[in-house]
């Protein structure tokens, strides 16, 4: 079930390609390019013909796991199917095939896209003003710290710290400190819950506010949140909410009521456009109307007579974030997603999430422990205590689910919970899909009790078991030997 690299199967001679040469063999490469730019030796390319290059990459597709193939249950990173009606949308010509230098008379199409899902993105979420600009949820973040931090310049005093828990995801503090802060961390409680005492006691008139991310990672509704935002608002700090986990609760409440000043949205998670992979992103920020007016410029706007235009005259912006408006096919697939689904839609999605999550939890509750008694939201996070007392870990059990056909559920995270195991299905998983799922994880929960050695030893289906992991860090082999 191994395949060997493409240097591994080179054959010297051999070909896979040909093309006549007769306009260029009376010419040299200095022809064409500077002599200093000229190699002084043949490239070492590997040697194959077509077919030896086709078969190779055609099995190597086929070793991918993918939500197009498979379930992906990992929780808090919410890995939604994308769509098809989205990449069409995306590759229609109007769209790919425009320049952002362009004429803004010639892009109103573009322009009035970019508005009206920053208005669908205000009415979702229930703020006052929206930035397109930000690439990634933590881009997001930074981009909503800055204006946290202009609006304290402006009253006088920026501050120093800011106050993140223990049950954020790990971009808050790394944002916080980018923009010049201290983190002031705080524990969860024992119930899962953020304490308002503990925000209390730590929110003085050097605190810029608090990050506070709802759901949290623990997979619950953060009960508390209001009464925390008035805490921090009394003294004169600001409340920034990681909308990290925002398929749980989208269409449901509004953040403004909450208390929420400023909001990031992961578009990859919530209004599945693509994730991850390195690739273009966007984590748009909606604001209130305390933060409006210090978003990234420009803004898109429309005038008296309906036109769109990209608005530069902003006082108080805090400047640009991104170049141009934005990774504007991404928004694109955004928009697409949330026009088809409509208001109706985007209710039901989080909706369907959250039962999803819960039917998982209601299945495996008697097998996998639960650190937290709270109402599992959007995902269900299990603890490794039923594991005491054997040699099975966390990671054997991510192993063993491999066997089944599953991608592994994430572990070890959040931190606070030992030996984490967090689930997350998505709205978009059917109740088989589940089932066979929770299955398997029932039959691992037996192994762990009849045949530990089993799951110790797993995967025994992939072409390569385990890894040495920490050998792959500390000596990566970054390019090919031959």
């Known amino acids: ?51 030896d290059v086709v078969r190779h990459y055609t099995r190597l597709s086929k070793k991918n796991y993918s939500i197009d193939t498979h379930f992906y249950p990992l929780g808090s990173c919410t890995m939604k199917y994308n769509p098809r009606i989205n990449e069409e949308t995306a590759a229609q010509k109007g769209f790919s095939q425009t320049h952002p230098m362009q004429y803004q008379y010639t892009v109103q199409g573009n322009l009035c896209l970019i508005y009206e899902l920053g208005e669908a993105l205000k009415q979702i979420t229930g703020m006052d003003g929206v930035s397109l600009q930000p690439c990634a ?38 944002s916080a400190a980018m923009c010049g802060y201290g983190i002031v961390s705080i524990k969860t409680g024992e119930d899962g819950f953020i304490d308002p005492a503990e925000v209390q006691r730590v929110m003085n008139e050097d605190c810029a506010g ?28 600001l409340v920034y909410m990681d909308g990290a986990n925002l398929n749980a609760v989208v269409g449901q409440i509004s953040m403004a009521d909450l208390g929420v000043d400023c909001l990031h949205i992961n578009l990859h998670k919530t209004f599945s456009t693509p994730h991850g992979g390195g690739g273009p992103g966007a984590g748009p920020v909606v604001v209130n109307n305390v933060l409006e007016p210090y ?114 559920p994430t572990v070890y995270f959040p931190i606070i919970v030992p030996g984490a195991i967090m689930i997350e299905p998505t709205e978009t998983e059917s109740k088989e899909t589940i089932d066979d799922f929770c299955d398997a994880m029932i039959k691992i929960a037996a192994e762990i009790k009849n045949n530990p050695e089993k799951i110790i030893r797993a995967p025994e289906t992939t072409c390569i078991s385990r890894l040495d992991e920490v050998k792959a860090v500390k000596e990566p082999v970054l390019r090919e030997r031959f």
């Open 1 to 51: 079930m191994s395949e060997n690299t493409v240097y591994q199967k080179s054959k010297k001679g051999r070909m896979g390609y040909s093309f006549d040469t007769y306009e260029v063999d009376h010419m040299t490469s200095t022809d064409f390019l500077p002599e200093n730019l000229v190699r002084k030796t043949e490239a070492r390319l590997p040697e194959l013909s077509e077919f």
């Open 137 to 174: 949820g933590a881009h997001g973040e930074l981009t909503g710290l800055l204006m946290i931090r202009a609006c304290l310049t402006d009253r006088g005093n920026p501050r120093k710290k800011i106050i993140t828990p223990d049950s954020a995801h790990g971009t808050n503090p790394a």
């Open 210 to 237: 608090i990050m506070i991310t709802n759901p949290s990672t623990l997979g619950i509704f953060e009960k508390n949140i209001k009464k925390i935002a008035d805490i921090v608002h009394a003294k004169g700090g």
């Open 295 to 408: 978003l990234p410029v420009p803004v898109i706007s429309k005038d008296k007579y309906g036109r769109y235009f990209a608005d530069y005259n902003r006082e108080k912006t805090i400047g640009r974030m991104r170049v141009f408006l934005g990774n504007f096919a991404i928004l694109v697939r955004a928009y697409t997603y949330i026009r088809e689904l409509g208001l109706d839609g985007i209710k039901k999605v989080s909706k369907m999430a959250v039962l999803n999550a819960n039917y998982i939890r209601a299945r495996l509750k008697d097998h996998y422990q639960l650190k937290y008694d709270s109402p599992s939201l959007h995902e269900v996070v299990f603890s490794d205590a039923t594991l005491k007392g054997t040699n099975v870990k966390t990671i054997d059990v991510a192993k063993r689910i491999i066997d089944y056909g599953f991608h592994p």
